[in-house]
């Protein structure tokens, strides 16, 4: 039986990119950055695109968004003081969940050092219970849609 490796995407394959630089606190011992902060910039830049749009108000909103699946694959190393671009699609979009794929890019790079994803599930705050995402968040979603 023949694997099929899984190649990196590049950037073009993400509709939205965002910069962050790396913090001297992520590098592990092994001198390059944890996985542990992988997941992290997937959270940071996927909540801060719902902030920016006014789909997600984490203090007050009625509605909130949980992580209910995370996966990543590692393609290459990366550190401090790396300057890491994360490219944002969303990849399915159902009534009340949506898939996030993130790239992560280090420096200039072409190819993703790190590819990962998460579901999110939007909820009611009180009831815990998931809700139909409304049109105007959906909107936003849509927007950066786009399928491998």
């Known amino acids: 039986m023949t694997s099929i490796r899984p190649v990196p995407s590049d950037r073009s394959d ?6 962050i630089p790396t913090r001297w606190s992520d590098n592990d011992i092994y001198g390059h950055m944890n996985n542990v902060v992988h997941y992290s910039l997937f959270d940071t830049v996927v909540n801060a695109f719902l ?3 006014g789909v997600l108000d984490p203090h007050g909103g009625d509605q909130v968004f949980l ?4 996966g990543c694959r590692y393609f290459g190393e990366m550190a401090f003081p790396d300057l890491i671009t994360a ?6 979009l159902g009534t009340s969940s949506v898939r996030y794929e993130i790239g992560l890019f280090r420096n ?3 190819a993703t050092s790190a590819e990962g994803f998460f ?6 705050r009180r009831t815990r219970r998931p809700m139909p995402i409304a049109d105007t968040p ?3 979603l849509e927007s950066i849609f786009r399928t491998t």
């Open 67 to 70: 992580v209910v699946e995370t």
């Open 51 to 53: 902030m920016e749009r």
């Open 119 to 124: 579901v999110h599930v939007n909820i009611d």
């Open 14 to 19: 993400y509709p939205l990119l965002r910069t």
């Open 108 to 110: 200039e790079e072409a």
């Open 138 to 140: 959906r909107s936003v």
């Open 87 to 92: 490219g944002i699609r969303v990849a399915r």
